[in-house]
T-cell receptor
Framework: GENVEQHPSTLSVQEGDSAVIKCTYSDSASNYFPWYKQELGKGPQLIIDIRSNVGEKKDQRIAVTLNKTAKHFSLHITETQPEDSAVYFCAASSDTGRRALTFGSGTRLQVQP | DGGITQSPKYLFRKEGQNVTLSCEQNLNHDAMYWYRQDPGQGLRLIYYSQIVNDFQKGDIAEGYSVSREKKESFPLTVTSAQKNPTAFYLC?????????????FGQGTRLTVV
C-alpha cells in the first residue's frame, strides 16, 4: 500500500519568513496530493491540493510543487503570519485501489511574532 | 449549514465496554471514512465506505466495526477487543470515489478509556 513520509516534524520560523514542508510517497499510482491544516482540538481543513498532471499550484501565500519522477511534493508558505501556526499534514491517494487518503505524520509549524 | 457532525466531542469509556461514535453528513457525499489520530502521528485509516451498505477495512480495523445503512450516517463502534482505544477519532466524507476529491472532516471525538 501507499506510504507517505513527511519532514520536518517541527518547524519554527520568524514572522515574515518562508516555511517549507516536504513529503515523499511510495505508490506510483497516486495522483492526488492534498495538504491539510489542523488547529488544536479541531478536524483538518484542506488548504491546497494538486493532481499529478500539474507540477505546481499557487493560492496567495501558499504553493505546492510536485515532482512525479522523484515521488515528492512540497508545501511552501511565504510571508508567514502567527495565524499560520498549526499542524500541517500531507496526503496522497489514487483513483484506483483503495481510493482513500494516506497521510504523512504531520509538521507542527510555529510562527514566532 | 452543510457539513459533518461528530458526536459526542468527548467520550469516556470503562475498559471492557463497547462504545459507538456518531458521524452524520448532510453534504450528499457518497464516500465516508474513519481515521484515528494519536499524538505525534498522522491520521490512520480505520474503515471506509464508498456506497451505502458497503464498507472496507483500512489499515487498523482490528477492534473496530462500522455500518453504512444510510448515505448520511457512518457510525463507528470501538469494541472491547481494541487494545488501546484512547485516541482522537475523525470522520470524513468526499463527494465520490471515482475521482479523488477533497475530503471534509468533522471536528472529531476524543475517546478516553478510564
Amino acid at each position: 500500500g501507499e506510504n507517505v513520509e513527511q519532514h520536518p516534524s517541527t518547524l519554527s520560523v520568524q514572522e515574515g519568513d518562508s516555511a517549507v514542508i516536504k513529503c515523499t510517497y511510495s505508490d506510483s499510482a497516486s495522483n492526488y496530493f492534498p495538504w491539510y491544516k489542523q488547529e488544536l482540538g479541531k478536524g483538518p481543513q484542506l488548504i491546497i491540493d494538486i493532481r499529478s498532471n500539474v507540477g505546481e499550484k499557487k493560492d496567495q501565500r501558499i504553493a505546492v510543487t510536485l515532482n512525479k519522477t522523484a515521488k515528492h511534493f512540497s508545501l511552501h508558505i511565504t510571508e508567514t503570519q502567527p495565524e499560520d501556526s498549526a499542524v500541517y499534514f500531507c496526503a496522497a491517494s489514487s483513483d484506483t485501489g483503495r481510493r482513500a487518503l494516506t497521510f504523512g505524520s504531520g509538521t507542527r509549524l510555529q510562527v514566532q511574532p | 449549514d452543510g457539513g459533518i457532525t461528530q458526536s459526542p466531542k468527548y467520550l469516556f469509556r470503562k475498559e471492557g465496554q463497547n462504545v459507538t461514535l456518531s458521524c452524520e453528513q448532510n453534504l450528499n457525499h457518497d464516500a465516508m471514512y474513519w481515521y484515528r489520530q494519536d499524538p505525534g502521528q498522522g491520521l490512520r485509516l480505520i474503515y471506509y465506505s464508498q456506497i451505502v451498505n458497503d464498507f472496507q477495512k483500512g489499515d487498523i480495523a482490528e477492534g473496530y466495526s462500522v455500518s453504512r445503512e444510510k448515505k448520511e450516517s457512518f457510525p463507528l463502534t470501538v469494541t472491547s477487543a481494541q487494545k488501546n482505544p484512547t485516541a482522537f477519532y475523525l470522520c470524513a466524507s468526499s463527494v465520490r470515489v471515482t475521482l479523488n476529491t477533497e475530503a471534509f472532516f468533522g471536528q472529531g471525538t476524543r475517546l478516553t478509556v478510564v
